[in-house]
């Protein structure tokens, strides 16, 4: 992009400019708090620029004129604030030290014209005919080119006649089916061109401003605080107490028995936190998939083409093997092979791409290797990471071959020293200029399509010179085809006949992309297919090892379910033993009787000695019940 100045107004020296709030803070050029009226201008020097350059790239607002700044030859340079917007934007570079000059000390006016016009009054109107100038271009012209119609096209001219008897003749118009007639219609259907593109200038948006309405309520309930207990002085033993205690020998010997236990109990709780279920976290339910308290990896970078179509998915993904912040991707169509053979003449016009990105510019590609159809695996070659082989869908082997573009995405620096290796520079240290536009290289050699494989590419392997592979004509309609093959670096030399497999599992519920060995342990391998991951052992011909963690489940719901039975089963002993306790008692009429003649006897002694008591009766009389006096 190739910076604007103000050639057109008269001023060759001026680079508006945009300055957002995080750049006004660097640089303090706040507005109304560094650049005001009074002083709308600032110094900055090249270095800081030169820092924020390396520091944010292409996000800085200093992109735009870094080859101005790289040119200008001093080492201050004058950034003012346009107010007005004199320029069109908020501020304005002058990249001339004449400008800067003629900028911070502005010429003199003569002594002579300032007294002349201290003569003459206000009010007093001084004629002063016109002056021809030359034309001085605002851009008038180019907007009047862009509003007028030109026509680019070649026009058609058609000739349409009719016999002559037939002038005057009625006209009878009929319908017809366009699919039973022959050349009845024609169908031009749209498709992508890239040699021809279309640029739009002008859009039209319907806009409304309406204000912004929050409803927002809330409900605050106080209660009066008061305290639930209060207490004026501690509850101790007294003296007495004490001593008895301390000469208990039942107490003495329960703390000796339970210092041990108090003590190991202690050390525990400091070691582990023994209130963790580790049943529980072995193995989860189904239910708390997708729980907003699952762990996950936050996405660190993206990158987006935005000049190729986005209903893709990606088929391999690999790291540069020697230049830091690079990655390959290769993309295809998401589509069935039904789909593929049904859109197979519109597929044929978008092309099969490998696309090469940095770390430093996440929208824009740095390579694209094409290839003759969609490109499902492919490995950098470990002795020369400038040579690429790929698999394509159609069975073919691609290779490509980026010597030629290296300088493009890598830049070697010889250290000081000669024993200081070279240095590979990523690409966001490179100039600008040499990585504006993504690059298109096409593949240096292909397989044949009659020689090649019948089935899609899924996994491809550099091997080393040692390593040998010996092919025995044998049975070659095999059951299962393997998609994904591991190689073991401590076997140089290997020997594969075409026989069928010795054994298989049905473990994935989907194709197998992915096997990888361990990097720890050499004979265990892990393996993801559909929605299973499965971990394997060499040597042990039965199911994988995931047969353990199935079992250590069913053994967690095993001992769930029994606590539960083993719960219900104390209850209902409970209940069976209350029922024991309760006994019911029923009282004969005897029993009655003599219970209720018991209650009238006390009934009447107690009357007797409250009427004794009142003096109403006499203590020492016999005969009747009561005397009353």
Not at 401 to 418: L, M
Request: aromatic share 10%; glycine share 4%; hydrophobic share 35%.
């Amino acid at each position: 992009m190739e910076p604007v100045n103000m050639e057109s107004m008269g001023h060759p020296e001026i680079y508006p400019l945009v300055l957002t709030t995080k750049t006004q803070e660097i640089f303090n050029c706040r507005i109304d708090e560094d650049v005001t009226d009074e002083q709308p201008y600032k110094l900055i020097k090249k270095e800081d620029i030169f820092e924020d350059l390396r520091n944010r790239a292409a996000v800085s607002d200093f992109h735009p004129v870094k080859k101005i700044v790289q040119e200008y030859p001093g080492n201050e340079l004058l950034l003012v604030y346009d107010k007005d917007f004199k320029y069109g934007l908020n501020f304005y570079l002058i990249a001339t030290e004449e400008g800067k000059e003629n900028y911070l000390n502005p010429p003199e006016v003569p002594e002579e014209q300032e007294e002349y016009k201290e003569h003459i009054p206000e009010d007093v109107y001084i004629y002063k005919p016109p002056v021809s100038k030359p034309w001085v271009s605002l851009g008038s012209e180019k907007e009047i080119e862009e509003e007028s119609v030109t026509e680019s096209t070649k026009q058609i001219t058609y000739m349409i006649s009719r016999k002559r008897s037939e002038f005057g003749a009625p006209i009878k118009f009929s319908d017809q089916n366009a699919s039973s007639v022959k050349d009845a219609y024609i169908e031009c259907t749209a498709y992508p061109d890239k040699n021809f593109t279309l640029k739009q200038l002008e859009k039209d948006v319907g806009m409304q401003v309406i204000p912004q309405i929050k409803d927002i309520s809330t409900q605050t309930k106080w209660t009066y605080p008061k305290n639930a207990t209060t207490q004026y002085y501690p509850r101790e033993f007294s003296e007495e107490e004490k001593e008895t205690l301390k000469q208990s020998k039942p107490l003495v010997d329960f703390l000796n028995n339970a210092s041990i236990s108090v003590e190991i109990a202690l050390q525990q709780n400091e070691i582990m936190n023994t209130f963790i279920d580790d049943w529980k976290y072995l193995a989860e339910e189904e239910g708390t998939f997708g729980d907003k308290t699952d762990t996950y990896l936050k996405e660190y970078q993206s990158f987006t083409d935005l000049h190729s179509p986005m209903e893709k998915m990606i088929t391999c993904v690999s790291w540069h093997p020697t230049i830091y912040g690079l990655i390959a991707v290769s993309v295809a169509v998401r589509l069935s092979f039904e789909d593929r053979v049904h859109f197979s003449d519109k597929l044929l016009l978008q092309p099969s791409l490998i696309l090469f990105w940095s770390f430093s510019d996440p929208i824009h590609p740095q390579l694209m290797l094409e290839s003759p159809d969609d490109i499902f695996c492919f490995k950098f070659c470990p002795s020369d990471p400038n040579i690429i082989a790929g698999g394509c869908i159609n069975g073919q082997i691609v290779m490509w071959d980026i010597t030629a573009h290296a300088d493009r995405i890598e830049n070697i620096k010889a250290g000081g020293s000669r024993s200081k290796r070279a240095t590979l520079k990523p690409m966001f240290l490179l100039e600008p200029e040499s990585n504006k536009e993504a690059m298109y290289i096409r593949h240096c050699a292909v397989s044949s399509i009659e020689n090649g494989h019948k089935k899609v590419i899924t996994d491809i392997h550099w091997l080393s010179d040692t390593f040998e592979v010996r092919l025995s004509k044998g049975e070659t309609s095999l059951d299962h085809c393997p998609t994904k093959i591991s190689l073991n670096e401590d076997h140089l030399l290997c020997k594969t006949q075409a026989k069928k497999p010795v054994s298989h599992h049905t473990i994935h519920d989907g194709t197998v992309h992915t096997i990888q060995r361990s990097p720890f342990y050499n004979d265990i391998i892990l393996t993801v297919g559909g929605w299973n991951v499965a971990i394997w052992k060499e040597g042990v011909m039965m199911a994988s090892v995931n047969h353990y963690f199935e079992r250590e489940v069913k053994h967690l719901e095993y001992v769930e379910q029994r606590k539960k039975i083993r719960e219900q089963e104390k209850k209902e002993m409970e209940l069976e033993m209350a029922k024991k306790k309760v006994k019911t008692y029923q009282k004969s009429k005897e029993q009655m009787q003599a219970e209720l003649k018991m209650d009238y006897e006390n009934y009447l002694e107690l009357e007797k000695t409250v009427l004794i008591n009142l003096g109403l009766i006499k203590v020492t009389e016999k005969g009747s019940y009561m005397e009353v006096m």
